[in-house]
């Protein structure tokens, strides 16, 4: 079983930066690729980056790429996400999910309830 539980969401103007984390229970968080996703207002769910838990191999969504930067600090069970350069369209409820599987298989079986980032013109 796991929790997690986003912070770090809030209102920035175009150009601005934010780091969001994601604190995670348990005591196998470095074993688990973690990953955040976002929903915009009236659009689905879609990927923004993942972070494996045993390469610590990196992969983002071209839309953030460059921009943002996942990252996890492992001893602390702390999930982050350096967004730079934030742009409107970045506007979107946050999630972080988890993958226990231990397979190159990704499975997001635990997610939190997401942070708010909201992104003035």
């Known amino acids: 079983q796991v929790q997690l539980v986003e912070s770090g969401g809030g209102l920035v103007q175009t150009g601005d930066s934010l780091r969001l984390s994601c604190a995670a229970s348990g005591r196998a968080f470095s074993r688990y690729t973690m990953g955040w996703f976002r929903q915009a207002p009236g659009k689905k769910r879609e990927f923004v980056a993942r972070?494996?838990?045993?390469?610590?191999?990196?992969y983002y969504a071209d839309s953030v790429k460059g921009r943002f930067t996942i990252s996890r600090d492992n001893a602390e069970n702390t999930l982050y996400l350096q967004m730079n350069s934030l742009k409107p369209e970045d506007t979107a409820v946050y999630y972080c999910a988890a993958s226990p599987s231990t397979s190159s298989l990704i499975r997001w079986d635990y997610w939190g309830k997401g942070t708010l980032v909201t992104v003035s013109s």
């Open positions: 972070i494996n838990g045993v390469s610590s191999s990196t």
